[in-house]
T-cell receptor, first 117, second 113 residues
Framework: KAGVTQTPRYLIKTRGQQVTLSCSPISGHRSVSWYQQTPGQGLQFLFE???????NKGNFPGRFSGRQFSNSRSEMNVSTLELGDSALYLC????????????????FGPGTRLTVL | AQSVTQLDSQVPVFEEAPVELRCNYSSSVSVYLFWYVQYPNQGLQLLLK??????LVKGINGFEAEFNKSQTSFHLRKPSVHISDTAEYFCAVKKSSGDKLTFGTGTRLAVRP
């Protein structure tokens, strides 16, 4: 099975622009989560999608948004970029069901490194 | 809410020496515990996890960790490290299968020849 893929791997933008990052989960996985990784704040949860619905959201401003398509692929968008948005954005997928109590491992992609100048 | 503290930001160690990376957590409910490894320019890879049962869990690449509920710790150990173990290691918790992962700040393991 192919792993989680993220595109692009590297991106350079300037302040004020917007950016869209893409994540393709492992085949059959319906849950996709996004995390931001920075040297100062570490790894922080952005949001989780399941069956095209946002199920969980972290503490980020409204400039950060996401969506999930019917094929489980997910995108996240950051509008009005700020220098502090420079980070590695990681996507993770799992076969987690709606609200089951069984553990499902999250598999991480290689990330998209965003640099804001 | 859960939180994770990794007490050491960097751990230098010589090749073939033992190593312990420390992790303490805080939670008012039962949690699942994880250790992930991140190599340069890569995503996170799961090393091992504690869900329930035996408090000593074994993972990939010769790593193991022990869950200590009374001390709220989940320290990672390896009896003999290799140069290839040089990476960043993250401890994480989640309170249920449907919840988000909360990560520690990471420990950079630097293995020297």
């Amino acid at each position: 099975k192919a792993g989680v893929t993220q595109t692009p791997r590297y991106l350079i933008k300037t302040r004020g622009q917007q950016v869209t990052l893409s994540c393709s989960p492992i085949s059959g996985h319906r849950s996709v989560s996004w995390y931001q990784q920075t040297p100062g704040q570490g790894l922080q949860f952005l949001f989780e999608y399941f069956s095209e619905t946002q199920r969980n959201k972290g503490n980020f401003p409204g400039r950060f948004s996401g969506r999930q398509f019917s094929n489980s692929r997910s995108e996240m968008n950051v509008s009005t970029l700020e220098l502090g948005d420079s980070a590695l954005y990681l996507c993770a997928s799992s076969s987690l069901g709606r609200r089951d109590r069984v553990y499902h491992e999250q598999f991480f992609g290689p990330g998209t490194r965003l640099t804001v100048l | 809410a859960q939180s994770v503290t990794q007490l050491d930001s960097q751990v230098p160690v010589f090749e073939e020496a033992p190593v312990e990376l420390r992790c303490n957590y805080s939670s008012s409910v039962s949690v699942y515990l994880f250790w992930y490894v991140q190599y340069p320019n890569q995503g996170l890879q799961l090393l091992l996890k504690y869900l329930s049962g035996s408090t000593l869990v074994k993972g990939i690449n010769g790593f193991e960790a022990e869950f200590n509920k009374s001390q709220t710790s989940f320290h990672l150990r390896k009896p003999s490290v290799h140069i290839s173990d040089t990476a960043e290691y993250f401890c994480a918790v989640k309170k249920s299968s449907g919840d988000k992962l909360t990560f520690g700040t990471g420990t950079r393991l630097a293995v020297r020849p």
